[in-house]
């Protein structure tokens, strides 16, 4: 049983989408640093409605349209096991955050949760889409678009939806989730969330490059054997798995394919990251701790050029190009309990900083201006 409620939204001006939009092709947050992000919602930020509403949140790009529902979730009345994870968190990351719940009142941007193909729920996503025109956007011309649902009968059909589901899979938000979920046992909690269907999201790979890897090319290769078949790649090309149960490795120069070997075929359903971080990363190289080792740095598919500049940066570092997950493993780690080793899924659609933020009660912006450095 998942209990939504509809949320108060906000979206920012024209004025912080420009700052934002230059800031991020720059590679930074925003250029003055002095003004947090709710300070730039207040300074310009437009409230959508006064009345909380449901919102049908829309993705465009040549790949195709993702389609998902954005509701705050109510954890005062939503069990605790109704929400699966697949990451631990950092305590220290926590605490910070649900100092942040207790001290604003905006929340940036929702978690992610996923739900197994939910016919009704597609039913009623088609039907918002059909029957309204998007809301108008600066962040449309980026192919982000929301459609708001005020009407009471048609926001009871999306909570009643979700109470018949049994089970939702937390794909983006561990910390804040876990923040939220903390301060629930003294305070009851909403918290911002968007529900995309299982068959809708996308996932890629993070990538791995291990730095300052102190260890010899025969005795690498030697490890590697208990678990790969060890093959070079033709004419040294970069390369990146095609399927599960193989690996990409580059070491010392040259790019080689690890295949699971015959010895190690208990392993063939483990997911890759899993196998690659106990048997590798942890037993052979010492990165006991990926969440805070610090040479352990990882790159989203996305950012596969960046991941190859980081191999060539010297000689002791060691990459690890790996096969996406697909929804059903993702799904299938989560229901079994089974926590994945931090950085195992790129998951997709991802909102952009800016995009839209909620709030329990209505924010009014000022208007005013602020110098842009």
């Known amino acids: 049983m998942i209990k939504i409620s509809p949320l108060k939204a906000l979206q920012p001006g024209k004025d912080i989408f420009d700052l934002m939009i230059s800031d991020q092709v720059n590679g930074k947050v925003h250029k003055n640093e002095q003004l947090s992000f709710e300070d730039l919602l207040n300074l310009f930020g437009c409230p959508l409605d006064d009345r909380p509403a449901i919102y049908v949140y829309e993705f465009c790009s040549e790949f195709g349209v993702m389609r998902g529902i954005w509701a705050a979730t109510d954890l005062s009345q939503t069990p605790v096991n109704a929400i699966k994870r697949h990451e631990e968190t950092v305590s220290s990351k926590v605490e ?96 911002s969330s968007l529900f995309v269907s299982a068959d809708v999201i996308s996932i890629s790979a993070f990538h791995r490059v291990v730095s300052g890897a102190d260890i010899s090319y025969p005795l690498l290769m030697e490890k590697l054997k208990t678990y790969y078949y060890i093959s070079k790649i033709p004419n040294n090309k970069t390369y990146k798995p095609d399927q599960k149960n193989r690996l990409g490795l580059f070491f010392k120069g040259e790019w080689y394919q690890l295949d699971l070997n015959k010895a190690s075929i208990a392993l063939s359903e483990v997911p890759d990251t899993v196998i690659l971080q106990d048997k590798i990363l942890s037993a052979v190289l010492g990165i006991n701790k990926p969440k805070e080792d610090e040479r352990l740095t990882c790159f989203p598919d996305c950012k596969w050029p960046q991941f190859l500049a980081a191999l060539n940066h010297d000689e002791t570092s060691i990459g690890f190009s790996l096969f996406p997950m697909t929804a059903d493993a993702f799904i299938t780690a989560a229901e079994k309990g089974e926590f994945l080793p931090p950085k195992s899924t790129w998951i997709e659609p991802k909102i952009p900083q800016g995009f839209m933020a909620s709030s329990p009660v209505a924010i009014t912006a000022k208007g005013e201006q602020i110098r842009v450095n």
């Open 96 to 191: 910070s955050l649900k100092i942040d719940r207790k001290n604003k009142a905006t929340q940036k941007s929702p978690i992610l949760l996923v739900h197994k193909k939910d016919k009704t729920l597609d039913a009623l996503i088609d039907f918002v889409v059909r029957t309204r025109k998007p809301l108008t956007s600066e962040w449309s011309q980026m192919g982000h678009f929301l459609y708001q649902v005020l009407e009471e009968d048609v926001i009871e059909k999306f909570v009643e939806a979700f109470m018949k589901l049994h089970t939702v899979y937390l794909a983006d938000g561990h910390h804040r989730l876990e923040a939220a979920c903390s301060l629930q046992k003294s305070t009851p909690q909403q918290i």
